[in-house]
């Protein structure tokens, strides 16, 4: 049986270490385990056919205004988890999040300044009855609030290849509005009356609902490389389709009706999530993974018994 000569012991115990060390890093996309984080990202969309919900098209005839949603940025904040069984796998993800808007305080009367709103009209009857009358002009914002429950199926289109994961998802969202009746209006003529009272009347009448999205998205994992099993930092772009109305006319007498208005719009955000305890499986595969390691080394180390026996005399 070969035996190491002892001058060459501590060469062959010296390689030991980097041989165990590079053979059990492993990457922090972790497969059968269940991950936990956080998410920031930001939203744009617009209500479709709004305008057909306050505007009669009998009473105000196509041509005599100009009218239209406008797209208005939102951001969200929310807790993530999602578990993968394996690296073919798909991953199952389930999200909250509250979703809300920011709008900059305007003095009163200074619709022109306005910014971030939802809606704006403007029509033609002043300067077409009355020269040099200033054309009226409103803006509404709706400033709803949401808590998002969202359920994503991300499916890996390679496994992990440098550290990185890209994922294609299906999902559903639902938006819970909790600030239902939280509208505001401004204009530009004070004979319509006091603006607050007029926001105060739509609100009234105009309910903001809760939403159903159906949602496609694309996503990249990246394993920062901190340590085994460490954080995982997810860039996520998704486009959410609506399929339900955004607002629920109620019944009144400004002559507000009821039509379809869904709302689309894309997220973008950024994630950090970590795994919790790994499964069973992936321990029992990180052990399988380690005898096959002792295995190479031992292999390692005969090999290089059976050079140095040629070498010594």
């Known amino acids: 049986m070969a035996i190491i000569h002892p001058k060459y012991l501590l060469v062959s115990l010296a390689i030991l270490p980097n041989l165990a060390i590079e053979a059990q890093s492993t990457s922090s996309i972790t497969e059968g385990a269940l991950h936990l984080g956080g998410r920031f990202g930001i939203t744009s969309g617009c209500i479709e056919s709004f305008d057909k919900t306050i505007i009669r098209d009998e009473w105000y005839p196509t041509g005599s205004y100009s009218a239209g949603s406008v797209k208005r940025m939102k951001y969200l904040l929310g807790v993530v988890g999602y578990y993968q069984p394996g690296e073919w796998w798909p991953a199952f993800e389930l999200a909250v999040e509250y979703e809300d ?66 994922s294609p998802g299906l999902g559903l969202n639902l938006g819970f509005n909790v600030t239902p009746r939280n509208l505001e209006f401004m204009s530009n003529h004070p004979t319509l009356g006091d ?119």
């Open 101 to 166: 808007a920011y709008r900059p305080q305007v003095d009163p009367g200074m619709v022109n300044e306005a910014s971030r709103f939802d809606f704006e009209y403007e029509d033609n009857f002043a300067s077409q009855n009355q020269a040099g009358a200033d054309s009226l002009r409103y803006k509404i914002w709706l400033n709803y609030s949401y808590i998002n429950v969202g359920f994503m199926v991300n499916y890996p289109l390679l496994p992990k290849w440098k550290q990185v994961r890209i």
């Open 195 to 313: 603006d607050l009272q007029i926001a105060q009347n739509m609100s009234s009448v105009l309910v903001g609902r809760t939403v159903a999205q159906g949602v496609v998205g694309l996503q990249f994992d990246i394993d920062p490389g901190v340590h085994d099993e460490g954080p995982l930092i997810t860039v996520l772009g998704r486009r959410r389709f609506g399929m339900s109305d955004y607002i629920r006319t109620e019944a009144n007498e400004y002559n507000f009706v009821e039509n379809r208005n869904t709302s689309n719009s894309w997220m973008f955000g950024i994630q950090v999530t970590c795994p919790l305890k790994p499964s069973n499986n992936r321990s029992r595969n990180k052990n399988m993974q380690n005898q096959e390691t002792q295995k190479e080394i031992l292999n390692e180390i005969k090999k290089l018994n059976e050079h140095l026996e040629k070498l010594i005399p």
